[in-house]
């Protein structure tokens, strides 16, 4: 786990920005990844692979932290987070920035629902009000209106959240120092595995280079050491309601750049699952049980979009 250190006023402060930092920059991708698709025509497998090889190069001072760092969960951990970075910008070239992010937020409430069905964690009246508010507001995503050939985007943006929710259940597994340096093995793992499907008959051009080095770098590795370094020195609850400000300003920034304004199912469903996120981070942690691991609501450090 991470390791708690002393905090003081000025650097709970400093903490707090660098969370907030973090979500601001997450939320970039939307738009960015947009401009990729309709102005320099890229597939989902090229802007994947080009931007997680930059963000790889720029966290790879971390991967010498994987040197004891048990081999199957890191494989298992880098391919489910290969899959959800694949999925959920295949999912943006099809649908709005709104509902693949609202989509890929349910991943909590999949934690939370496997902590119940799988460790036999106690089902409380708030976890199951935040989970019911939760899949409710999936569904008015899913069955709203949409575009032709909209559904496999939202099937795919959902399928990213589920695997981002195994990806938290594995990271339970590995110890908190290994954090940076996963994130790095995990993106150098997504690049080779695309890296075929990747070259196309021309490279990017210099300015799609450009975006792709800053996707990688800034909307990556950048916010992921930020978020790493406050995780240990705030309280989880504190930190997953920061995060929440990705999902809210992701739409907002696609809205401003691109002109691209959600459907009215989407404002109700995500309204709905931020409500339902805030009841599950802020349940109370529950009571270590002697000889039961406890199984706390997940912050959001597994996040891969």
């Not at 660098?18 to 102005?39: E, M, N, Q």
């Not at 720029?58 to 890191?74: E, G, M, S, T, V």
């Not at 089902?123 to 939760?134: E, M, Y």
Request: glycine residues 10%; charged residues 10%.
């Amino acid at each position: 786990m991470y390791s708690v250190r002393p905090v003081t006023p000025g650097s709970r402060r400093l903490d707090l920005l660098s969370v907030l930092a973090a979500a601001i920059l997450w939320s970039s991708g939307g738009v960015f990844i947009k401009i990729l698709f309709v102005r320099h025509d890229m597939t989902a497998p090229a802007l994947t692979c080009w931007r997680s090889l930059f963000a790889a190069a720029a966290l790879c001072w971390a991967l010498p932290r994987l040197k004891n760092a048990p081999r199957l969960p890191i494989l298992a951990a880098s391919a489910c987070y290969g899959l959800v970075l694949l999925l959920f910008v295949a999912a943006m070239s099809r649908t709005s920035s709104a509902n693949a992010i609202y989509l890929q937020y349910v991943y909590p409430l999949f934690v939370g629902a496997a902590a119940w069905a799988l460790l036999g964690e106690r089902l409380d009246p708030r976890r199951g009000l935040g989970l019911a508010l939760g899949a409710i507001g999936v569904g008015v995503i899913v069955v709203g209106p949409r575009q032709s050939g909209e559904l496999p985007a939202i099937f795919m943006a959902l399928a990213s959240g589920i695997l981002l929710a195994a990806f938290t259940l594995i990271c339970r597994f590995i110890r908190g120092q290994h954090a940076v340096g996963l994130t790095a093995f995990g993106n150098l793992f997504v690049a080779a595995a695309l890296a075929p499907m990747a070259w196309g008959p021309a490279p990017p051009s210099p300015q799609a280079l450009l975006l792709l080095a800053g996707l990688g770098a800034f909307q990556i590795a950048l916010p992921y050491v930020l978020f790493i370094r406050a995780l240990g020195r705030l309280p989880a609850t504190t930190v997953s309601l920061l995060t929440l400000l990705e999902p809210v300003l992701n739409p907002l920034w696609t809205w401003m750049g691109l002109g691209e304004i959600p459907a009215t199912p989407t404002f109700i469903g995500g309204a709905m699952l931020l409500a339902a996120l805030i009841i599950e981070f802020t349940r109370p942690a529950p009571p270590k049980a002697s000889g039961r691991t406890s199984f706390q609501s997940p912050s959001t450090h597994g996040r891969g979009s």
